[in-house]
């Protein structure tokens, strides 16, 4: 069974704007899913609808295999932790210690299990020297942490970020991509993500959905992605700077390997060179 499955799902907005058409969409558990759009393609609205905030005008949502209905909203939304494109909306408490600890509190917790969690979260996220700050005072990239770690506190199976990197400094991002990986690889968390910063995917990804004008266009891993550059630049994105420098080098006659991280691009060089001077 799929944490998370949608069957032909399709959402229309009222005044006739359908934004999602037919969505098939399926995240097994541990995953790191990337949905990948320009802007306007549908990724916020697809998001919304794992969690009950929309509810298919046709088709249906599936969370481990139940439709969402009224009886079961509470504990969808304990299973699904979605953040939001733009923290402001998510944040509205005095203090970041508050804020983070409206979700726990909500669920009626004990007052130290409460704590425990806002604690963890907070250093989790790396914000611990923050609890006592107001949260509207804050940098963009200190808001979005505080806004993961009050999803994160609710302890959710399912991670989903809405253009988590959106207006982050390039630390913030490199801090981000290790702290999406370390949930995955630590918890087992379930972490689905929307960008049309194809730079970010395969360091985080596993498996990528293309979308474009509220259709799937595409789906696959990384590399079956990737090899795909005429499909993205046709849906207003791009294949990756590492990528395409090596296949534009192998086109050349360069004999170079094919990676799509930096890492893994660095080892298959050195692999790739180190051998062949070796025999020189
Ligand atoms: N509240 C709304 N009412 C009508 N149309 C909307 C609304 N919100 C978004 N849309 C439309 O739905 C489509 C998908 O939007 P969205 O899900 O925000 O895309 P993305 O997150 O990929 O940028 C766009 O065409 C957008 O104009
Ligand atoms: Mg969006």
Redesign the pocket.
Known sequence: MHLIETRELTYT???N?T?LHNLNFVAPRNARIAVI?S????????FKCFNGIFKPSSGSVLIRGEPITKENIREVRKFVGIVF?NADDQIFSPTVEQDVAFGPTNLRLDEETIHHRVHEALRLVGIEELAHRVPHHLSGGEKKRVAIAGVIAMEPEVLVL?EPTAGLDPQGVSDLISFINSLSKKFGMTVIF?THDVSLVAEVADYVYV?NK?CFVAEGTVEEIFLQPDLLRSVRLDVPVLPKLLSSLQKKGVPVPMAYTFEDAERALVETYSTKKDLA
Not at 41 to 46: H, V
């Open positions: 907005y009222p005044g704007v934004a759009g802007n306007g393609a549908g990724k916020s609205t697809l494109q809405d929307s979308m509220g």
